[in-house]
C-alpha cells in the first residue's frame, strides 16, 4: 500500500487540487438556498479533512437530495479519486462533462480524466473518522427521523410546552403506533413522565432512545439524563448483542428470525441499533407478508461485515460487477436468507469503514427482504410479464433518475432484479427516497407486483 506522503506527491492529486482553484468564487455563485446543501456543505468538510470515502457518499447525497449545480458531481469525483477509486472517479468525470458540457466543471473533469487514464484503483484509507455535521440533515442520517411539522408528534411537543404533559403523551403513544421505531417519540415520552414525577418511566423511555438511536446527538441527551437519573442504568454505546434476539408478545414471529452474526478480529460488535432498525422494519411489514416470511423460513442475519461470515470474501469480486468487492456490499440475500452488514471494509488492514447510518440499514431491509420475497414466490423475476413489464418501463426512465440510480437500469441481469426488490420494499414498507423515485419511474412493474402478491 502507498504511504500518504507519495499519494499527495502524485501528480493526479496535484492535477486535483489545481482543478479547484476556481472553486471558491463559483461556490459564490449559487443560490442562498440549494437543495443538498447541507450534505454539500459536510461533504466539504470532509475533503479537506482528507476523509475522501466519507466525502464522495456525502458529495452524492447532496446530488440525490437534488442539488442542481455541476460542482458536486465534479467533487464526487475529485472525492472518488483522492480514495482510490479511479474507476468510479473516470466515471462521474464523464458524467459531468456529459451532462454540464460547455461549463468550467467540464473543462476541470476533461484535464483529469486525461491524467486518470489507465490508472488502476488502489485503496486509500480516510485521514480520520468522518467529520459530522449539527444540521437536520445529519441528525436524521444517524438514526433520528425529522419531525413532520402536522404530525401527532409535533402536537405532542406543543402539548408538552404547554405543560400539558398527559395530552403530549396521548400523541407521543398515537404516533408510535405509526412509527414504533422513532426514537424522538420516546424521548419526549421519557420528558412527559421526567416533568410528572415519574421517575421509572423516564428512565424506561430514555433507555429505549439509547438502544434504537446511540450514535445520534438525541442518544447522547438521553444517555447523560441517564447518568444522573440511574447511574449505570444506560445502555453501553457498542455493547455484545446476543447471537439471537427474541419477540415481544407483541411482535410478529419473524422477529425470532433475527440473528446477529459473532464480529471476527477484534471488530466492534454489531450496534443494538441496527438490530433496532432489523426489528422496526419487521413491525412495519403487512401482516400476509411478515407471516409468508416466517413461514417460508425466511432469516434477517445481521454483521459487521460479509468477512464475520464468509472470510475469504475479503477479496472477492461481485459475480455480475466486476469493479465491485463483496466486502464493501451493504447486503446479499441467498435464496430466502437475508444478511445485512454495517460497514463496508479497507482490505489491507482489516478495519471498518465508517458504519452506515440507521436509515440507510433500514432501506437495505427493506430491499434484500424484497429478494426474499422474490425467492418465496416461486422466483417472480423468472415470470415473462415482468420481464416485459421491466422492458416497456425502461423505455420511458427519465434520464436524470438512470443517472442518479445506475443500478436499476444496467443492462445485466441485475438491472431487472434490483429494481423487482426495491419496488417489493416499497410495497411492504420503505418509504426511502430513492424506492419512490424507483417505483414511480417503473409502473407496470409496480402494478403487476402490487397485484400478484396482493398489495
Known sequence: MPSRKSILEAPVYLLLLAALAFLPAMAQEAPDQVKGQAEYD??????????????????????VAGNPLPLPWLMAAHANAGAGKNTEARRLYAEVLKTFPGSREAQAAKQC????????????????GAVTSTTATSTASAGVPPIKPDSDLAKAISELK???????????????????????????????????????????????????????????RARSVLNKLAPGSSPAKANAVASTTSASKSDPALVNKI???????????????????????IRCLPPKIAEMLFK??????????????????????????PDVYLRDEPGRTY???????????????????????????????????????????????NVDDLKNAYKEDKKHVPGNVSNLYPAYTNTKADGYEETVAE????????REKETRIV???FPRVTRWLQIRLGL
Not at 400523541?171 to 416533568?195: E, F, I, M, R, V
Open 259 to 281: 440473528n446477529v452474526l459473532k464480529t471476527l478480529d477484534g471488530r466492534a460488535p454489531v450496534r443494538q441499533a441496527t438490530v433496532e432498525s432489523a426489528k422496526y422494519v
Open 423 to 430: 419496488i417489493i420494499g416499497g410495497l411492504i414498507g420503505c
Open 113 to 128: 480524466l486525461i491524467k486518470l487514464k489507465g490508472k488502476p484503483d488502489r485503496v486509500v484509507e480516510d485521514q480520520g
Open 42 to 63: 459536510q461533504a466539504m468538510q470532509n475533503y479537506k479533512q482528507r476523509n475522501y470515502q466519507a466525502a464522495a457518499k456525502l458529495f452524492w447525497d447532496s446530488i
Open 296 to 321: 417460508g423460513g425466511a432469516t434477517i442475519n445481521l454483521a459487521s461485515n460479509m468477512v464475520d461470515k464468509w472470510p475469504d470474501s475479503l477479496h472477492e469480486k461481485h459475480p455480475s460487477l
Open 162 to 220: 404547554k405543560k400539558n404533559y398527559d395530552q403530549a403523551l396521548a400523541y407521543t403513544a398515537s404516533h408510535l403506533k405509526k412509527d414504533p421505531g422513532d426514537p424522538n417519540a420516546y424521548y419526549y415520552q421519557a420528558l412527559c413522565h421526567h416533568y410528572k414525577g415519574k421517575t421509572a418511566q423516564a428512565v424506561s423511555n430514555y433507555q429505549k432512545v439509547v438502544e434504537i438511536s446511540p450514535d445520534s446527538s438525541l442518544g447522547a
Open 439 to 441: 417505483t414511480t419511474s
Open 335 to 381: 435464496g430466502h436468507d437475508v444478511y445485512i452488514y454495517e460497514a463496508a471494509m479497507y482490505p489491507d488492514s482489516g478495519r471498518l469503514c465508517p458504519r452506515y447510518p440507521q436509515d440507510q440499514v433500514r432501506h437495505r431491509i427493506f430491499h434484500e427482504l424484497g429478494h426474499a420475497i422474490d425467492d418465496l414466490n416461486g422466483k417472480l423475476t
